[in-house]
């Protein structure tokens, strides 16, 4: 099987350490650098998690570049409630590795980089706000045309947000990102929205077997996700539908582009996000019936193998 060139942009909460350490198992898979952006956490924090991860994988090899601190108009959202300050459930960790392992190179700049190295090879997996994207971007407009596909964890598709009224966490982070790269990136997307990933959750039984395997990696992501499940089960006793089961978010981007038949069926229109509404700013919005009128067209990802997804995540910690 040909190797996946991967090039992931991350901001390291707990789930995309999760999605970060499927991916880093998958014998067919090659990550040729991990950009980081603010979201979760501060854009060191996040740069400091992506270290933790690959340490506890004994993958320090692979490049790691800090990107965007802040959104494109200078906000700063963070999710501490679900993530802990630090993005990794605050865990005490006297052995993180030291943040001048970081490439010196920035984020955006290794982005357009490393696509005009692999030319239409590299899948991109976005599972944060979109900023490191709109930036390379607007400093490349053929940026677009260099990348094989993109994989985005974000958005909504039932209006349902889980920071706004309407807006999902990534995209309520950065709007006009969002509104930048939906609009201006005409390579194969595929998306994995807030609902899509909640209504494909898994049993909190198969996450309590998942954590409990007797390895290094399963000690580490038990100790970083016990805040989250915390935050989780009490959102469950405010009868939150979402807690209904466990939900990795940023993990069913990542699978979905390191295997072909994960997804098993997926809307096919034009999406835009709205950058003006009082209630739904940040919010993507599906033209099912045409009237945007746009040549590009996203594959938004409804239904899923979790089968698939149970033995990635089996096989990440073992």
Not at 21 to 27: E, H, N, S, Y
Not at 28 to 52: A, D
Not at 95 to 122: C, G
Request: charged share 20%; proline share 3%; net charge negative.
């Amino acid at each position: 099987m040909d190797k996946k060139l991967l090039l992931v942009d991350v901001d390291c909460g707990v789930d995309d350490a999760q999605a970060l350490m499927v991916a880093l198992v998958a014998p067919h898979v090659e990550i040729l650098g991990i950009t980081c952006c603010h979201g979760n956490s501060t854009i060191e924090n996040v740069c400091r998690n992506v270290l933790r991860v690959l340490k506890t994988c004994h993958r320090l090899q692979i490049p790691v570049y800090k990107g965007a601190a802040r959104s494109l108009l200078g906000n700063s959202l963070h999710a501490s409630g679900y993530h802990g300050v630090d993005g990794l459930g605050d865990v005490p960790d006297s052995t993180s590795p030291d943040l001048d392992l970081l490439q010196k190179e920035h984020a955006v700049l290794a982005m357009i980089r490393i696509v005009n190295e692999y030319p239409r090879q590299v899948s991109l997996v976005v599972t944060g706000p979109l900023t490191n994207l709109a930036l390379a971007v607007n400093m490349d407009p053929t940026f677009p045309q260099k990348i094989k596909n993109l994989f985005i964890m974000g958005g909504n598709m039932e209006s349902r947000g889980n920071t706004t009224v309407c807006g999902e966490f990534n995209f309520a982070c950065d709007p006009e990102a969002a509104y930048i790269v939906l609009n201006g990136f005409d390579c194969p997307t595929h998306i994995a929205t807030w609902e899509f990933t909640c209504s494909n959750a898994l049993s909190w039984e198969f996450y309590h077997e998942w954590i409990s395997q007797k390895t290094e990696k399963a000690e580490f992501m038990r100790k970083i996700s016990a805040h989250s499940e915390k935050f989780t089960k009490t959102s469950a006793e405010e009868k939150a539908d979402w807690t209904k089961g466990f939900v990795s978010c940023d993990s069913y981007a990542m699978t979905a582009a390191i295997d072909d038949k994960f997804v098993t069926d997926a809307i096919t229109c034009a999406v835009g996000v709205e950058l003006s509404g009082t209630l739904t700013r940040g919010m993507m919005v599906l033209d099912t019936l045409g009237m945007l009128q746009r040549k590009h067209k996203v594959f938004v990802m409804t239904k899923c193998d979790t089968e698939k997804l149970k033995i990635l995540f089996m096989e990440a910690l073992q």
